[in-house]
């Protein structure tokens, strides 16, 4: 996998605060990444996951209405059971409780602010490498079941 496959990956940015696009917005920019969708609007995030199909959202937890939460939540019933789409959570809250909820609950990572910016840039990076190899491998998965069965198909 080279660097132009993850820099092209596609990321959905939903932080209810317009400061926390932008500072995330320009780490990503000047990590090279040039697809990049933000929303402030919690409620925004579905539509947006359906027409962007995103390979990684970094999502906030605490936003007023639709929580992260609640947008974790309905993500997940978006997924295909089989499917690997991480969410990365950068989140003010610290709480173990926090954290628990969040992974439980489809994230696939978690970041509490203020974060290293390297770190964030890294995890990025170990999320949307993971998410195109199992892209590749589900791709294969239909020529794999073309194959012979049995001992014979070593021979």
């Known amino acids: 996998m080279n660097d132009d496959e993850i820099l092209s990956s596609r990321i959905l940015i939903v932080d209810d605060l317009p400061t926390n696009l932008r500072l995330l917005e320009d780490l990503l920019e000047r990590e090279g990444f040039r697809n990049v969708v933000s929303t402030t609007e919690a409620e925004q995030a ?76 890294l995890r990025v990076w170990n999320l949307l490498e993971t998410r195109l190899l199992h892209k590749r491998l589900r791709a294969l998965v239909p020529e794999a079941a073309r194959l012979p069965r049995g001992p014979h198909q070593f021979k």
């Open 46 to 121: 579905l539509d947006l996951f359906a027409a962007f199909d995103p390979d990684l959202v970094l999502l906030d937890l605490m936003m007023p209405g639709l929580s992260g939460y609640a947008v974790l939540e309905k993500l997940e019933r978006q997924r295909a059971p089989d499917e690997f789409r991480p969410v990365l959570v950068l989140t003010a809250d610290a709480t173990t409780a926090a954290k628990r909820r969040a992974l439980s609950l489809g994230a696939k990572d978690f970041l509490t602010k203020p974060f290293d910016h390297i770190e964030a840039m």
